[in-house]
């Protein structure tokens, strides 16, 4: 029995052990850590004192911030996730239709994403979105007179949602991936019905491609509760302008190494953690209901 | 303190891992290393970064390696520093900050070095006790300084603004911002918009007749003081005499983008030290005017150690960075280098000796300094732990009001509200 489990498992786990190995040594302890530091009020300079559920009970009841900061991150993963997959699946079919120089275009499209997360895009965004910044520019051009973006907190999330919809390189791949994976003999069997486009994309694009789009809104949910350094570079650190930039991380690290409260940001770190786990588990009970693999039989 | 911890021990072979990495040199080729941090702009770099050069060639076994940052990220970064038992060995202190790092221990005592390796018998009491918590010496002043509405003088001659800019009020500054825009033709507005800057403020409050804080710590001001000094700022942007809202919310702008810098208003609000560096950044000739006053008023301003140099809880070499820091505030050539860039010296000698070389802007800032010496209020008490982030609050909801999403009146009671709360749960 075990055997066997050794067998089949062990190319598995010694691919793995790169990571298995970093994770145990590198990243548990302090996971566990900050479990225990959720618990007590830490300055980092004086030892951690045990003050029980204080933390979150501070949290829940009477930091506004804290409710703000949720109310900019689920604002904002409720718009940049499907922004960014709807974009990113429009690419991929784009791409899909079998042009000779796609391994050209596929390379230029993923760009951004590789970009995305860097120092220098979020500086660059900041300053396409100023008062005098290029798209207001632009804008000028048509004669409408474009907004201070950045600065006004009405509008100041947005920004951050367009740039995070550039970013769609990494679900593009995959989705491209999972349409090459629809074998083609149903589009042309459509053909032959008469079937019109729209309807080949929902009846087989869609459902066949669900399993990807699964994937994908799993992974860019997660990804997207933990946007940080666009965030923090456009906002100056602080969640500015009156906090529209306040995003749950940002919050999470300013009460970490700005004010010194170790205790109280584990505790939200922890917040983080069950919400993210909550979404993700929410998807796989309800995606037994949309989501169709080919080899189940049912 | 300087027990070793695993953590502590993890950390400094990661960072010494990291160092080596980056030179391709062993981390332990220099004996002698210290390291001081300070916050700058470009003029003060140039300055401090030439101080460590003649440091090094008469000091050949020590090596002083700076690093600098601009104010904005300054003290994140130090809190990081300080979360990984990293900090510098010296470096550049706040009075704001001063009692916080004091109260966490992040700072050693001077007083033992004092007489024997630092050399401060002779500098003036007052901006020395500056530097002291609890009846300690944490943190050497290296320069005093006060607020100034600095002004672009040929604008301020154009439209013909002729107040004592030393004791004139807070009306004559709104009709001096008037006046500007108008003769302008509205291309230069009176004055930057000052409603997010809780200095200015302070000496609001204080010209009511009360502290921002009181001797427990607590927040003294009132609902009233920053309900009227928000309104006052409102009244001057509905008139369109500041600088646009978008321009005011960014928050902690370098001196570079300030109004008087970029030349779209005639009046930015600085610290005293900082029309050295002020005065390179704009085109225009600048001068210094107080913070206007309450008619009837208490005097508000007050004259406050700019800078301090400290040493920190991590400093190894402890014998190194005393004689960096002795050399900081004795040495002649080295004081000569730095100035007043960073404030008044609070060594009669080196002022002495400073004197006959100052050019026009040093001239203006010892001027101004001279001017207000009888104008100004005590040094206030210390801000207790947490004034900090009272500070990020002030801003935060000061946006709501210049962006009118919120009435003075309201975000005044949610300020002084918060900013209680904050410095009960500091405690």
Known sequence: MIKRFIARNAPGYIFLSPWLLGFFLLALGPILASLYLSFTKYDMVSDPRWVGFANYEYMFTRDRRFWKALEVTFTYVALAVPARLIMALSVAMLLDKGLRTIGLYRAIFYLPSLLGASIAIAILWRQLFEQNGVVNQVLAVFGIEGLAWITNPDTSLYTLVILAMWQFGSPMLIFLAGLRGIPRDLYE???????????????ITLPLLAPVIFFNLVLQTIESFKTFSSAFIISNGTGAPADSL??????????????FRMGYASALAWVLLLIIGAFTAIAFLTSKYWVHYENERD | MTKLTRRGLL????????ASALTGLPAYAQAKTIRHYWWGNPERDKRTFAVIDVFQKANPTIKVSGETIGWGDYWTKMATQTAGRNMADLVQMDYRYLFEYVRRGALKPLDEYVGKSLMIQDFDKGP???????????????????QVIVHNTRVFKEAGIDADLINWTWDDFAKASEQITQKTGGKVKGSDDLS?????????????????????????????????????????????VVRPKEK????????????????????????????????AAAKDKIGAAMVPHKKGGKPGQFIKPSMFMSLSRDAKDTDAAM???????????????????????ASPKVRAALQPGLNDVEKLSVAY???????????????????GEVRDAFMRIGTDVVLGRAKAKDAATQFVDDAQAIVERAR
């Open chain 1, 189 to 203: 069997a459509a053909e032959i019905d008469g079937t019109p486009k729209w309807r080949q994309f929902t009846r």
């Open chain 1, 246 to 259: 306040l995003f749950f991380t940002v919050y999470l690290f300013n009460e970490a190494f700005k004010f």
């Open chain 2, 11 to 18: 950390g400094t072979a990661a960072a010494g891992f990291a």
């Open chain 2, 128 to 146: 020395i006790s500056g530097g002291m918590v609890d009846g300690k010496l944490y943190a050497l002043n290296i320069g005093s300084n006060s």
């Open chain 2, 196 to 240: 997010l800057m809780i200095e200015v403020f302070e000496s609001w409050t204080r010209q009511n007749g009360h502290e921002f804080y009181d001797k427990d710590g607590n927040v003294a001001a009132t609902v009233d003081d920053v309900a009227s000094y928000w309104q006052f700022w409102e009244d001057l942007r509905k008139k369109d």
């Open chain 2, 248 to 279: 005011t919310v960014i928050l902690d702008i370098p001196i570079v983008e300030s109004g008087v810098a970029v030349g779209d208003t005639a009046m930015s609000h600085f610290w005293s030290n900082q029309l050295v560096g002020i005065q």
């Open chain 2, 323 to 345: 004689a960096y820091m002795n050399a900081w505030v004795t040495d002649p050539e080295i004081t000569k280098i730095l100035g007043l860039e960073r404030g008044i010296p």
């Open chain 2, 369 to 387: 300094f001279d001017a207000i010496q009888t104008k100004v209020g005590d040094l206030p008490l210390p801000a207790p732990k947490g004034a």
